[in-house]
T-cell receptor, first 110, second 113 residues
């Protein structure tokens, strides 16, 4: 089945630095989504990028998609302590549901 | 607030018991998804319903069942509970299928003792 795999598993940075997380997947997709989860809370949708898009921005978030490499990256610029969370990529699975990767745990230190 | 409501928020029960988790999707969303999140397994897709009909099935155990009612709320029934069933169970809803974003509830934390 299609599955996103985030990298790194954990990332620790200082406030103000940029954080980059990567996602690799296995088969063709029509879109890829990024979600955020604060500890023990529900996932929150951040951004959706379609297969015909290469880059998308939303506030301090920048997502890229490289369909030839089957990979995506999420960049958070000027990180804040409040960005501390787990970040997941999600890919459609046979058009019926979404498959989530294991996530990247981001810690932003004040 | 995502608009998706899950109850109960926390549940502690014993092995062998049966519990029911409830989910009310966002107003107008026809699709409901159930996911299980545990420390060692990550976020696992269990089952999806669309407008009352089962649409897709994932790694859902035979001891688990779900349904979506005419008012679109959904229930996940877990029976013959085992210690390993302890996890966060999330419900999510969307207007359509894979072309839209998922809106997650805050989850039901199940602890099986």
């Amino acid at each position: 089945s299609q599955q996103g795999e985030e990298d790194p598993q954990a990332l620790s940075i200082q406030e103000g630095e940029n954080a980059t997380m990567n996602c690799s997947y296995k088969t063709s997709i029509n879109n890829l989504q990024w979600y955020r989860q604060n500890s023990g809370r529900g996932l929150v949708h951040l951004i959706l990028i379609r297969s015909n898009e290469r880059e998308k921005h939303s506030g301090r978030l920048r997502v890229t998609l490289d369909t030839s490499k089957k990979s995506s990256s999420l960049l958070i610029t000027a990180s804040r302590a409040a960005d501390t969370a787990s970040y997941f990529c999600a890919t459609p699975n046979y058009g019926q549901n979404f498959v989530f990767g294991p996530g990247t745990r981001l810690s932003v230190l004040p | 607030d995502s608009g998706v409501t899950q109850t109960p928020k926390h549940l502690i029960t014993a092995t062998g018991q049966r519990v029911t988790l409830r989910c009310s999707p966002r107003s107008g969303d026809l699709s409901v998804y159930w996911y299980q999140q545990s420390l060692d397994q990550g976020l696992q897709f269990l089952i999806q319903y669309y407008n009352g009909e089962e649409r897709a099935k994932g790694n859902i155990l035979e001891r688990f069942s779900a349904q979506q009612f005419p008012d679109l709320h959904s229930e996940l029934n877990l029976s013959s509970l085992e210690l390993g069933d302890s996890a966060l169970y999330f419900c999510a809803s969307s207007v359509v299928g894979e072309s839209g974003e998922l809106f997650f509830g805050e989850g039901s934390r199940l602890t099986v003792l």
